[in-house]
């Protein structure tokens, strides 16, 4: 059982840059896909970033160019850095894992390829 808490969210003004942290406890975290996900009020939770075990990325189109999702083993933790941020990007964030031990090249975007879940943090855009 795996256990992540993300942390870093706030209210900031377009065009500012935030980041995002995730740390995991209670499992072994190179064996995870790691990825991020937003949900805005009234809206779905939509993909945003994920890295696999051996450091690939894939990022909606959406924040392509804007934000990197990067993962730090020794630390246990993922990271968002997200830049030129617009008022679309308020959401809360989520971060989420999926158990691929066998796999390290993965890169999921569905929710439902995700095994746990943090609580989210939210992230407010203002213009």
């Known amino acids: 059982q795996v256990q992540l808490v993300e942390s870093g969210g706030g209210l900031v003004l377009a065009g500012d840059s935030l980041r995002l942290s995730c740390a995991a406890s209670?499992?072994?975290?190179?064996?995870?896909?790691m990825g991020w996900f937003r949900q805005a009020p009234g809206r779905e939770r939509e993909f945003v970033a994920t890295i696999s075990r051996s450091d690939w990325t894939h990022y909606a189109d959406s924040v392509k160019g804007r934000f990197t999702i990067s993962r730090d083993n020794a630390k246990n933790t993922v990271y968002l850095q997200m830049t030129n941020l617009k008022p679309e990007d308020t959401a809360v964030y989520y971060c989420?894992?999926?158990?691929?031990?066998?796999?390290?090249?993965?890169?999921?975007?569905?929710?439902?390829?995700?095994?746990?879940w943090g609580q989210g943090t939210q992230v407010t855009v203002s213009s």
């Open positions: 209670g499992g072994p975290f190179i064996f995870y896909n």
């Open positions: 989420a894992a999926d158990f691929s031990p066998h796999s390290s090249v993965h890169t999921p975007t569905a929710v439902g390829e995700y095994d746990f």
